[in-house]
């Protein structure tokens, strides 16, 4: 299986500190849009949900498994106030999901398909567990187009040796790839980061 656990676990307890000044810079805003295209009612599946850095966007009275695979960052996202009471945290890779076809009604990531080992099997997982029809949510960051993709190359090859976070996913290909219908991809930051809205 995939190695990320042990980089996550060591990141855990700096997590929320060092992404607060994203948050402040518009990746709360992010955040609540990629919320907002989920169903009201239904049952959803977020992967890498992390520290539960969403839980404060979730609908109101969601249900919802939130499969993570590092422990440290499930503890986190246990501990979270913000945490919905119908939220169960689930310890699991992106690429194996315990859960049987068609279970969910919609599924999120958020800044995870920049980590996964193996991104096309976790986003046919994805399309697997989620019913045909749902809405498949991602906001992630991604190779930007042009001249800057070249730079997101170069950089990619110091953060995937350090935190095995990739700068140059093309993930709305991957998407498309894993058979899910990509119905609107919203780019912000000249391309780097991307709102990507599916169909399972
Ligand atoms: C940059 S963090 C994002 C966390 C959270 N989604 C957020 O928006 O703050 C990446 C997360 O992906 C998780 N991750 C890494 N590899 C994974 C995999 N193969 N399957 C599922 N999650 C994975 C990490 O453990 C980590 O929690």
Redesign the pocket.
């Given at each position: 299986?995939?190695q990320?656990?042990p980089?996550?676990d060591r990141?855990?307890p700096y997590?929320d500190r060092w992404?607060r000044l994203f948050e402040r810079a518009g990746?709360a805003r992010l955040?609540a849009a990629a919320l907002a295209e989920m169903p009201g009612g239904g049952l959803l599946i977020?992967?890498?949900?992390?520290?539960?850095?969403?839980f404060p966007y979730y609908p109101t009275g969601a249900r919802a498994a939130c499969?993570?695979?590092?422990r440290e960052?499930l503890l986190r996202a246990r501990a979270r106030p913000e945490r919905p009471p119908g939220a169960a945290l689930v310890r699991?890779?992106?690429?194996r999901l315990p859960f049987a076809d068609a279970t969910f009604d919609a599924g999120l990531?958020?800044?995870?398909f920049?980590?996964?080992?193996?991104p096309a099997r976790?986003l046919a997982e994805l399309r697997r567990v989620v019913r045909a029809g749902g809405r498949v949510v991602l906001?992630e960051h991604v190779r930007p187009p042009g001249a800057l993709g070249y730079a997101f190359d170069a950089l990619s090859l110091l953060t995937v040796p350090l935190l095995?976070?990739h700068f140059n996913r093309r993930t709305a290909g991957e998407a498309r790839r894993a058979g899910l219908t990509v119905e609107r991809v919203e780019s912000r930051l000249l391309g780097a980061v991307q709102l990507i809205v599916c169909r399972a």
């Open positions: 299986m995939p990320q656990p980089t996550y990141v855990a997590y992404m990746l955040r977020e992967v890498g949900a992390g520290t539960g850095a969403n499969a993570e695979p590092s960052m699991a890779y992106a690429e990531a958020t800044l995870v920049c980590s996964v080992a193996e976790a906001l095995e976070d």
